[in-house]
Nanobody, 127 residues
């Protein structure tokens, strides 16, 4: 079984930056994609960004394009989410999901398409 663990959340003022990390450990897949999702209180979990194993497929939700950057270091089994120009509406618990194999465009934004999840890390952006 694979374990996924997020880190790097915190409290930041609007306009500030944070970098989230997601470490995958345990069972080894030959390849896996990773996605970042977020969930604000009273709302459903929503897609933020995703990256394929090779890094040549990257997806973002429209609201974070130009502000967030997803990347990965396969040697460290880690995926990153660099978040710049943060806004109060970015406040949420951020979750990392692992998907064994590749990304399918119809699956990318759907949490059901991911096999393992971390416990989440809180990001709070103050105005």
């Amino acid at each position: 079984q694979v374990q996924v663990a997020e880190s790097g959340g915190g409290l930041v003022q609007a306009g500030g930056s944070l970098r989230l990390s997601c470490l995958a450990s345990g069972r080894r897949y030959s390849s896996y994609a990773m996605g970042w999702f977020r969930q604000a209180p009273g709302k459903e979990r929503e897609f933020v960004a995703a990256i394929s194993w090779s890094g040549d497929e990257i997806y973002y939700t429209d609201s974070v394009k130009g502000r967030f950057t997803i990347s990965r270091d396969n040697a460290k089994n880690t995926v990153y989410l660099q978040m710049n120009s943060l806004k109060p509406e970015d406040t949420a618990v951020y979750y990392c999901g692992l998907r064994a194999g590749g990304l399918l465009p119809g699956i990318v934004p759907n949490p059901v398409g991911y096999d393992s999840w971390g416990q989440g890390t809180q990001v709070t952006v103050s105005s």
